[in-house]
C-alpha cells in the first residue's frame, strides 16, 4: 500500500493511515519509517486508527538541509496533526520517535523553546507553537518504546565511527562493496548487510547527518527532556527491553520515574527493535490498558 501525502506549512509529511477508532499517532526511531510500526499496527488497528508517520528527514516525508533539533521534529508534528484535523489522539514513539513524543508533550505543558532553536525557555520568554489559532494539543495517552531523549554524556562521541559512512565519495561504496566477499568467507555476511544498510540510511536521511555532526560535545545536548517530565500528567507507559545496548534501561526508568503518571514495563530478554520483536505482547498490554479508550472513541 502507497502512504499518503499530506501538506504541512513548507513541508510534506507521508504516513499510512489504517483502521477505525481514537487516532494512534505513531513515531518511529533514527535511521527508521513508517514501515517500523508495520507488526504493531496488524495487532492495533482493529481498536485504533493507526497512522504512522515518516518523521521529518526520514522516508517519503520532507528533507529540508538543516541543523535538526527535537523542536523541529515538534514543529513538524504540531503541523501533521492540524493538518488531519485531529482533536483527540494518543501518541506512540520509539526511541527517537519516542523522544519527539515526549518532547511534543512537554510543548503541550505550555514550555517552548528559543526563537533560534538553541534552548528549552519558559513560555514567556519562548517561542510558542499556534496555527490558526491552535496550541499544541495534549494526548489522550502515551506509549513509549525505549525512548531517547534523556541527556547522557557517555554518547558523545558513540556514533562518531559511522563518519565515513557519510562521505558523498564512491569510495566508501567501492570499499564497502569489497568488504562482502571477505566477510561470507568469515561467516559474517549480515555484518556486510548492517553495514551496507546503514550507509544507505545514512545517505538517504539527513537527521542521521546532522546528528553525527552537530552533536560531539556534552553541551550539544540542549534538546533533551528529562528536567521537564514532570509537568507532563498525560498517562504513560515505558516499555524497555534489559538487554537494549542503544537505550540504557535507566533512561526508561528516568522517563517512568519522573513522568507524573508514569509505568515501566520490561522485557527481560528484549533488545532495542521492540516494535518487531515484542509486537503482541505489547500490543495485548495496550489494548488492556487503553480499554476505556477504546471503548470511548469506537466507529470514530
Avoid at 533512561?251 to 527481560?268: D, Q, S, V
Wanted: hydrophobic letters at 45%; a positive charge.
Amino acid at each position: 500500500m502507497e502512504k499518503a501525502t499530506i501538506a504541512l506549512n513548507a513541508d510534506h509529511a507521508a504516513y499510512r493511515d489504517t483502521g477505525d477508532g481514537l487516532p494512534l499517532i505513531m513515531l518511529h526511531g533514527f535511521l527508521g519509517d513508517a514501515d517500523t510500526w508495520t507488526p504493531l499496527i496488524a495487532d492495533l488497528s482493529p481498536h485504533f486508527r493507526c497512522i504512522a508517520v515518516d518523521l521529518l528527514g526520514f522516508g517519503q516525508s520532507s528533507k529540508p538541509r538543516l541543523r535538526y533539533t527535537i523542536w523541529h521534529q515538534v514543529e513538524f508534528l504540531h503541523q501533521f496533526i492540524q493538518a488531519l484535523g485531529l482533536r483527540h489522539f494518543a501518541l506512540m514513539g520509539h526511541s527517537y520517535g519516542g523522544w519527539v513524543a515526549a518532547a511534543y508533550s512537554v510543548a503541550a505543558t505550555g514550555i517552548g523553546w528559543a526563537p533560534d532553536k538553541s534552548a528549552w525557555a519558559p513560555a514567556a520568554k519562548a517561542y510558542t507553537l499556534t496555527i490558526a489559532g491552535e496550541r499544541v494539543r495534549h494526548p489522550e495517552t502515551i506509549a513509549l518504546l525505549a525512548p531517547a531523549g534523556i541527556r547522557d554524556d557517555r554518547f558523545v562521541g558513540r556514533y562518531t565511527t559511522l563518519k565515513p559512512l557519510l562521505w558523498e565519495t564512491p569510495v566508501v561504496d567501492w570499499a564497502i562493496a569489497a568488504l562482502k566477499p571477505m566477510l561470507a568467507i568469515a561467516g559474517k555476511s549480515d555484518r556486510y548487510t548492517t553495514i551496507a544498510r546503514a550507509r544507505r540510511a545514512l545517505k538517504a536521511q539527513p537527521v542521521a547527518k546532522s546528528f553525527l555532526i552537530d552533536r560531539l560535545k556534552p553541551e550539544d545536548a540542549i534538546d533533551t527532556v528529562e528536567r521537564f517530565l514532570p509537568r507532563v500528567e498525560v498517562p504513560t507507559v515505558v516499555f524497555a527491553g534489559h538487554q537494549d545496548t542503544t537505550i540504557p534501561l535507566w533512561h526508561c526508568e528516568t522517563y517512568a520515574r519522573r513522568l507524573t503518571n508514569g509505568a515501566l514495563i520490561g522485557f527481560p530478554e528484549a533488545n532495542h527493535d521492540l516494535p518487531q520483536s515484542h509486537a503482541p505482547a505489547i500490543a495485548d498490554h495496550l489494548i488492556q490498558r487503553w480499554a476505556s479508550l477504546i471503548s470511548t472513541f469506537k466507529g470514530i
